[in-house]
């Protein structure tokens, strides 16, 4: 069993950690990052907890607590092979400004595998935003000893995924989540020693064909021609007796419809060639047909 634990940092109704245009809140980028990696990492068999899976909260959760959920839950599962990763999105001031770029933290009391986590993780998620935006900034791994990652007994780790006190990196933040998350499992795959298995891009729908095969059309035993609705009645009349056979309108005939063509009244001055049956008006039509039909 290989344990990720997701720490998504800040609940709903805390003041302040939003975008200076207010188009985004920290807490939302964070929550929604938590589970778009819980999906991920999920399908590459890893198991998944959250310690903060309802951040729709009015108080923020402590970070001891977040940190003592963490190792309550790891010693239950008896100590395996474990990740703890804290989501967050970084600030500077309260104004947009120049300050921008990626960053992940381990505490001073960072295990090696704590390092080799942060490195994997970082190098990965600026590799993918830098193919974003050429002037992203890669800041590197950082200690410090924030808390959660400081009390998890496990390897942990705190990413700072990008600006949202920077236009360029607020714009990465809201439009790129899925390749962040893409990112993050990939840095996650290689610390578990799992192999990384891309998300299959959505297929697109198959292009239109501009230029659909003709259909060729069919050839019925019979075929009644006729011009004008006083004649149709007539043709349809004919027809009782057919079998395998179409009623068209001159208009609309073409040669190669049927093998016997019929041509009543009204269409047989129109109609150019050599046709089974036809006569003077509607009416010889219909009677040489009928009497061919009763032979
Ligand atoms: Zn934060």
């Known amino acids: 069993m290989k344990l990720l634990i997701l720490d998504s ?37 890893i198991t998944v907890f959250l310690t903060n899976p309802y951040p729709q909260q009015k108080d923020e959760m402590g970070l ?4 003592e959920i963490a190792n309550g839950y790891w010693a239950l599962k008896q100590k395996p092979p474990a990740l703890f990763f804290s989501i967050h999105a ?11 770029g990626t960053e992940t933290y381990i505490a001073s009391n960072a295990s090696q595998n704590s390092k080799n ?9 600026y590799k993918m935003i830098k193919s974003i935006d050429t002037n992203a900034k890669d800041r590197g791994v ?12 496990m390897p942990s780790i705190l990413a700072e995924y990008a600006f949202y006190t920077n236009k360029e990196d607020l714009k990465i933040l809201k439009e790129n989540r899925d390749q962040l998350a893409e990112a993050t499992i990939q840095g996650i795959c290689k610390y578990f020693g799992i192999e990384y298995i891309p998300t299959e891009p959505e297929k697109p ?18 075929c009644v021609v006729y011009s004008g609705q006083v004649d149709e009645n007539i043709a349809q009349i004919l027809s009782w007796d057919l079998k395998d056979y179409v009623v068209v309108d001159l208009s609309v005939y073409k040669e190669g419809l049927g093998k016997n063509i019929y041509v009543v009244g009204a269409a047989c001055g129109k109609l150019k060639g050599d046709y089974n049956f036809y006569g003077k008006d509607r009416w010889e039509t219909l009677d040489m047909v009928m009497n061919y039909i009763k032979k």
Request: no cysteine.
């Open 9 to 45: 940092g800040h609940a709903e109704y805390v003041a302040g950690r939003e975008a200076p245009d207010k188009s985004m809140r920290e807490w939302e980028f964070n929550n929604d990052m938590q589970y778009k990696i819980k999906n991920l990492a999920e399908k590459h068999g």
């Open 205 to 222: 729908d198959p292009p239109i064909d501009p230029d659909p095969p003709v259909e060729q059309p069919k050839l019925y035993e019979n």
């Open 90 to 100: 970084n600030a500077y001031k309260n104004e947009f400004n120049e300050a921008r």
């Open 117 to 125: 986590a942060a490195k994997y993780v970082q190098e990965s998620v």
């Open 64 to 67: 001891t607590k977040r940190a």
């Open 142 to 153: 950082k200690v410090a000893d924030f808390t959660v990652i400081y009390k998890a007994n």
